[in-house]
């Protein structure tokens, strides 16, 4: 099979001109990367006009292949190559990386043809999985992913966390397209052109390796025609050139990352031979529509009244959303059984996906899974969600729709000790822009919580406990996203007001219950929703209580329930507060879950010891 | 090459001693790993009685080989080899797991043994790599690294990491033991047993490969000998059952992280074969000692009067701590030309360890050697360091010292867009135990402050700026940590204070200057240090003005300076705070750096207004 005369006329100019708006952008701009799109051009205008099923028209056709570049610094070939297909025109593109343009410097969704926002390198190949196999196994979509890796960042355990996973699944519809350049940001890639190691490597993983020349497009046009039809995950080791199709610029050093004036930027596109920019024909994808979901139905949550695990509620909030939705999906990072997302399996077996332990792809493959209408749900121990928060960052960036459980929070673990402790896991998802950050203390309100999340746009995050914890509301009760409920006290004879979250809340009822033995009347807040945090509902109490306040947290003293509340209440004018924050401060040991909250001073005899101090 | 009879019978006796103390340990436990323990059991027993050579009355000795289990779950196993070799008793190996015991659930280095904290999957073997790494180009010790794998972890990206930079590197210092033991905590492992992938992707990876029956002791001590003569790193693939020598855990599922009941501990110690415990006798290492440092030098530090960017100043102090000291160590991530870590090369281009596109391996060989005594400082574009949050968190729990730059801090950056601004680095650095959190607003601090970290005990962090600032100090001021500095104001009439750090500082300035004109007064404190906060000092100020406080930070509202200065501020006691907090609230695009400022409202413009609506 051999590319018609006609068909390689067409992939030249189509490169041509890919080359010439890649630097004309660029240069307008003053800043972006010129050589790493003109190494890519060919094989982005074989692909374009040749092997692309796309509506430019219809950015939202299930049907549509999908084209995601991990390496997004080379975006201004991306926006070139909308140019081509007639979804931008010249002066858009020009307006490349300035202030109040679509074209930002690193592709993002704003666009309705980009699907995630990349440019923290290592993401885009995982996260294009996601969509591989949302498509084959769930959607049956006759879609082709298509992914952009730049050598450099097969560096990234990520992008490995990728090919193992398609090369596990055996998605077929999954090509990356590898741009063997040889020249990363500030000198050569590890293995230069040795195409033979990429090849060795992506077939060890499981993937099909196809070496060409990156500027040949005869071969390219091959390479992706065996793509589409093979029988495993196909990986296009493309060798190319940095800078191609202008002389200076050809596999120089110095380059990367910087623009042509505009002598050098004239002198380039004479020698690219530089037309004036036209609309190319992109094929088009076939006639297909998904199956029709089937109507969603109440969700039937469990009524709880003995106690248990928020870990255990969070799985079976799950099953009864599987059960109720069809578009809920959950993902696993090897702990089902322990963050007990396994249950979702008795509800929806072919929804669960087993992520093994790579956390960071968990993270990418819900993003993936978003990206064509799933509602994912990706849990792992608390403390491991660090591992993917570069992953979390960027879901922001790309407006991804994903829900985060963590188990196992804080030193009430026990004996597993402080590896499996998360203690910065609010910080971290309090730093995320537009996120939900929920922490619930008993087994109903978990499971409202959860059923809540599916609906929540952007990342939310819900933290739960490893051990059983008292039932302490009806399963009739509701718990919006960004309320508080008033556990202990609530009179006006109350004397100092507690803010406690999960694990602590059961801490500060015995220690207000104690308390009230000697008359002495707290009134304790369960701020299950740290944000939005009901900073005024907290305001109330802290007036009402003289100002007095207890805040307990299972986690280190910066960036979690303390510094939410503090700063609600300071943002709010909340003045006179005298205040006791209880967290973390020492790092934790191994020990029994009382022994440990003990240590740390969060326990009940703590936050009863402090309301004493406030009050003495 | 094969081992001799009585070899193979004090192999064989030890391992029958490792998996009863294994099973004796967690059974008075009442949890952790005993089956992961007995899979790796016959690996460890040849390991310690034939090829570790170690001197466990001196662990400090540099000569000693190195074990690190990166299957830290595997602890059983740890601890009934230190007991074997007698570095600890019977009595205290009973003390797992319980509070106040070294014996924790997962290893750590309060045991003088244990090199760095493991039980976060995937991190073991990056790790190794660096203090393999540091032992042949640095030390050039005779010690071999040996790290116990195990299958799961496989799936984690970190382990490629670690595996392509021991390839890429050669370190043939370098030996991994991977425990094909083929069930993981919830069921198969995606390769299960199949030992020819694994052997293939290492293979893949500059490794060789050495497939063993990971039960047979000649086969095992055999593969030792080989991995330590080898010309390249070596995998040792071993086929082992999980819960080996035991009829009712070999290979079943449901046994992981569960213990043995009393009675089932009776009747495996009875398959066992078990005897009283004794000590062996462990190799030693050779008598070497590394060649004596050269004596520290001070540091010249450049005098800076012309506008420059912290990060060059970072880079410039960073050459000139090379020059005065030889235990400083630099590593990339591949943007040391961005982040200026380059400039290190001018005066100790052998210290310069390039880590490419892999910020998590950064990380982890910066613990790795600062194990054998260096003074690693990493750094990349501040987002980044978010793909390493894990490995940060475990290095706080490794007791590591370690200094971490992330430049491109903010929306200052301009062009390249969100995905390169950090806008959560303070917040997770902060949430950090025991970390030191710096950023600096001009170049003559920032070269002070990266000379103090190098002295920082814990993980420390420096923020640093990609934009020219101007130069605001001089070069013989001091900048302490903990402390702050009044840039304007500082009178008894100052209106308003303004807390900034870093680039705000500059645009507070503007402000503070603009605001002057028109007879406003304010003080305008520069935070350079966001952790410890000197929250003294900014508590005077904001008591002189009246409570009247803006605060003003290129960062997410959430775990920045906003909420360090406002906890700090109440736990205090300050109160009559009138707050207005300026941070970064709505998603940045590109645009140039002051249009970013103003667009997030934290320019000099905002502040300005900030502080007339106080005084309003």
Redesign the interface.
Known sequence: MSASATRLDLYRSLARQLRADSIRCSTA????HPTSSLSAADLMGVLLAGHLRYDFRRPDNLANDHLIFSK?HASPLVYAMFRAAGAIDDAELLTF?????R????P?PILPWIDV??????QGLPIAVGVALAGQRLLKAPYQVWVVVGD??T???????GF?LAG?EGLTNCTAIIDVNRL???GP??LEWNTD?YA??V???GWDAIVVDGHDHAQIDDAYARARSASRPTAIIARTLKGKGVSFLEDKPGWHGKTLDADQAKQALAEIGAEPSRVFEVPSPPEWRPAPLPQPKPVELKRYVEPLATRKAYGEALAALGAARADVVVL?A?????THA?DFKKTAADRFFE???????MVAVAVGMQVVGFVPFASTFA??L??A??FI??A??SRANIRLSGSHAGVSI???????MA??DL??M?????STVLYPCDANQAAKLVVAMADVPGISYIRTTREKTAILYGADDDFPIGGSRVVRGGGSDDRVTVVAAGITVHEGIKAADELAKSGVKVRLIDAYSV?PLDARGIADAVRDTGGRLVIAEDH?????L???V??G???L?V?????R?LAVRD?P????PA??LE?AGIAARDIAAAVRALIA
Chains 1, 2 share one sequence.
């Open positions: 701009a003053g800043s972006g997004g990386r300035k202030f109040g343009s074209l930002e410097g690193h993002t926002a990349t440019g923290s390198l290592g450099s960042e560096a990234e355990g990520s992008i490995w966390e193992d596990h990363g940001q500030r890639t590890e190691a060795a490597r077939q060890a993983f696993d090897e702990v089902s059984n322990s396994e992520m093994y332990i790579a956390e960071q792809r403390a491991f660090t591992r928060y570069d960052r960027m922001a960036i026990g004996e597993d000790g402080p590896s499996q203690l910065e910080a971290m309090r730093a995320v822009h537009g944000k280190w003293p910066e960036g979690g303390g510094d939410a503090v700063s209440l300071v943002a004018g003045n006179g507060i005298v205040l924050h790092m040991t191994s020990g029994k022994e440990l240590a």
